[in-house]
């Protein structure tokens, strides 16, 4: 069965870079039709969909520009940086995976076999 686990630092300046890893384990990073995904949640507010990546890579409009997210296939890793952080970016980050299927008779992708990591805070602040 599949496994997350997040890390990395938990605390970042402002103006320096977020790098998180979730290291997976049960399950290949390359599986296909398999999506591995970064999520964050600011103190008191929502999930946030930061990004995703299978065969290729999908980020949020409104984090695009400062957000990579790249695969470590040997290490069954995959990882996020996060440019440029602010205090607003302080979160708990969660890495997720799922499957998806193609409803065809909605035109709809389902998700299935979803996992999530449990998440670990960073902290932005000087």
């Known amino acids: 069965q599949v496994q997350l686990q997040e890390s990395g630092p938990g605390l970042v300046k402002p103006s320096q870079t977020l790098s998180l890893t979730c290291t997976v384990s049960g399950g290949s990073i390359t599986t296909s039709s398999y999506y591995w995904s970064w999520i964050r949640q600011p103190p008191g507010k929502g999930l946030e969909w930061i990004g995703s990546?299978?065969?290729?890579?999908h980020y949020s409009p409104s984090l695009r520009s400062r957000t990579s997210i790249s695969r470590d296939t040997p290490k069954n890793q995959f990882t996020l940086q996060l440019n440029f952080v602010t205090p607003e970016d302080t979160a708990v980050y969660y890495c997720n995976s799922h499957g998806n299927m193609l409803d065809p008779s909605s035109a709809t992708m389902w998700k299935y076999l979803e996992v999530w990591g449990q998440g670990t805070l960073v902290t932005v602040s000087s």
């Open positions: 990546i299978s065969a290729i890579t």
